[in-house]
């Protein structure tokens, strides 16, 4: 049995709008605005967008963005500590939805 991830899938991308052209047109114009160089570089977001693929666990995301970033330059150092930024950032928004936890604790301990 194939993998439920597969590379080729990867390129029918291009057709996440065959059923709502208009949105998928609105998607890709928006993805276009956000991804060109701006404040941040094309080089910085295609790095922040490989931190979040692997944060959020997308092969397609993360085949695509290592091979951007290897096409822009990126070093494999420079793309291993992005992913250490994003696993730290996920790290610390679990640990400060311990909270909820903490606050339960202490009102049961009353």
Do not use: W
Not at 42 to 71: F, G, M, W
Not at 96 to 101: K, L, P, R
């Amino acid at each position: 049995m194939a993998d439920y991830y597969e590379q080729k899938d990867l390129a029918d991308f291009a057709h996440i709008g065959e059923y709502a052209p208009e949105l998928g047109k609105k998607y890709f114009d928006y993805y276009g605005e956000a991804m060109k160089d701006g404040a941040l570089s094309a080089r910085e977001k295609a790095l922040i967008a490989l931190a979040v693929a692997t944060t959020q666990h997308c092969p397609y995301c993360i085949d695509a963005y290592t091979n951007h970033c290897l096409s822009l330059g990126v070093s494999q150092e420079e793309m291993m500590e992005a992913v250490h930024v994003g696993s730290a950032m996920v790290a610390g928004i679990v640990l400060a939805h311990s909270t909820q936890m903490r606050k339960i604790i202490k009102n049961k301990e009353m």
